[in-house]
């Protein structure tokens, strides 16, 4: 059962190693809001068909949901803490880059 737990955690963060995806899920948690299709592709700058293939993908793991509203299919976060990863991912690597920082000074102040 662990091993099941491991892998599914794995899928999980899959479904956000990529840079257009982890876009998709900041964008939709922004307000909180629901967007259709043609604003991604406004916001995101990307082609359709690539988008589709990443909406899927983030619907698969059920970090998204989608709703159809008459001709436009609207997506939204179906878990904000999803966005909670990612704020934390944030807060490590701002992390990681002033360590950085500090150990570059140490060996250029010598």
């Given at each position: ?48 068909s690539n988008l589709s293939q990443h909406l899927s ?5 059920q970090i998204i949901t989608s709703t159809k509203v008459?001709?436009?299919?609207m997506y939204r976060i179906k878990y904000p803490e ?29």
């Amino acid at each position: 059962m662990e091993e099941q737990i491991v892998a599914l955690k794995s899928d999980f963060f899959k479904a956000l190693a990529h840079p257009t995806r982890v876009r998709i899920v900041e964008r939709l948690a922004k307000n909180n809001e629901e967007v259709c299709v043609c604003e991604l592709i406004e916001d995101l700058g990307v082609e359709q068909s690539n988008l589709s293939q990443h909406l899927s993908i983030l619907r698969k793991q059920q970090i998204i949901t989608s709703t159809k509203v008459g001709l436009k299919v609207m997506y939204r976060i179906k878990y904000p803490e999803a966005l909670t990863i990612l704020e934390n991912v944030a807060k490590i690597l701002a992390q990681q880059f002033k360590e950085g920082e500090a150990l570059m000074r140490h060996f250029t102040e010598r």
